[in-house]
């Protein structure tokens, strides 16, 4: 029923613009539709290109790019320093941008000269639209790490609490990790 109310629909506009205008075809209609609709944007656009100027694309990269990195980092280390290293009561430090790179780690804690590895993400990575290749190159990494460096690495996720402070999301992680503490303790 649908179906043909639509049909009724669309044909009954072309039979008015036929009637209407009876020496211009279907294809003419939309040809000039068309041509109105590339006229108003191109219009449209133009107005809007002239208006940018150089300054404000300057801005805006220093504030997506710099700002919201700068963001990005200063959150990860309010997640790690303001709350795992006192929960679990071990120095954690930065990593380097080598291990950042080829481990996918971002920070580690120390024991007895072995490496825990910790990579902190925010809440939305963890849902990532191609997770499967996501998590199958962090695992890979990951595994050379341990190898590497005799200790595991954790995801920590965080997410904004009340307010914009980040909080710890998998917290169950945070037994994960003492338990690989221990471990290399007795090692």
Known sequence: MEKNIKELYIKSIFEKLAYAFPSITTDEIIDNFGKKIYQDLRNDLQ???ESVNKEACIDYAYNLVLNRTYEGYRSEIDTIYGQLQNILNISIEPASDEWDRNYNVDFFIKVNNKFIGLQIKPIASRNALNQYQWIEMHRRNHQRFENDFGGKVFFVYSVKSSGKKKKIYNTEVID?????????RDL
């Not at 994960?176 to 290399?184: F, H, P, Q």
């Open 176 to 184: 994960d990790i003492a338990i690989e503490i221990n471990r290399l």
């Open 47 to 49: 107005r809007e290109l």
